[in-house]
């Protein structure tokens, strides 16, 4: 099998957005050809009812392939709290799609999309329920063994591994070990506003010691809000689903060219692919 996902993050339409790498995103995407469209989450900067038609638009005007979008907590209202308390997605549900926890089925992969924000229990940082982890265990189940399984949340299960030192959501160690008993092979994020690739048994032990959950964070992809090393940087990911190996593919903005520049390529082989070979995790990165 091969699968081209193209993996984007925090649009955040509003005054944070930037029109110039937004267009350049738009030129880039077809040369890609991908075969799915992962957009996760925080589409605008403050749930108002233009920057979710502005988004929209974005949205519409990329490749017509299958699109997963989730919310960020940033789709919600942070400042209209009766709203915030007692329709949090209703912007989001009206414009964007009413499924906020979508599944995208493709040739040889399914993706679940879960919504992480907590409205009424946390303003940046997100939530995963069990009856969430209940819904890709049921997705999953009914799928073939040599599907490759994904999930994908705005809020991040394993921070980044460097000085900012972001907090995890609650019990997202609960949920890697669920997904890891499911046999999901990677999680999809954004929140942090940089990007980060990596593998789960790097911030967890893990029951299964072979068999890491792979990690792949966007940062964003058109706003003023990067971070850290991407400090006002732009970037996203082009993740390739072959038979025996992933190899996620992060790009960045460049004033001075323009345009999305290839920085960095992670190759992970999928050991659970070969039966009597000793497992292994092989990543490596070229800049």
Known sequence: MSLKILQISDLHFGPPYLPEVGQALLRF???????????????TQRAKPEQFQQAKKFLDE????????????HDVPLYRLRERWSTPHQEYRRQITDELNPILWLDGAVVVGLDSTAPRSAVTNGRIHQWQLDLCRRTFADVPPETTKIVVAHHHFAPAPDYLHDSTMPKARRALEQFQEMGVEMVMGGHLHRAYVGNSLDIYPGADREH???????????SRRGRGREREKNSFN???????????????????????????????????????LPPRFVPTATT
Do not use: C, K, W
Request: net charge negative; aromatic share 6%; proline share 8%.
């Open 62 to 73: 990329l490749p017509d392939v299958p699109q997963l979008v989730i919310p960020g907590n």
């Open 29 to 43: 995407a077809p040369d890609i050809h991908p075969d799915a469209i992962i957009i996760s989450g925080d589409l």
């Open 212 to 222: 890491g959950i792979v990690i792949v964070q966007s940062g964003t992809s058109t």
């Open 238 to 276: 082009v993740i390739e689903v072959q038979e025996e190996t992933f190899e996620i593919t992060h790009h960045m903005y460049f004033d001075d060219r323009h345009g999305f520049i290839a920085t960095s390529r992670h190759l992970f082989s999928r050991p659970q692919r070969h039966i009597g």
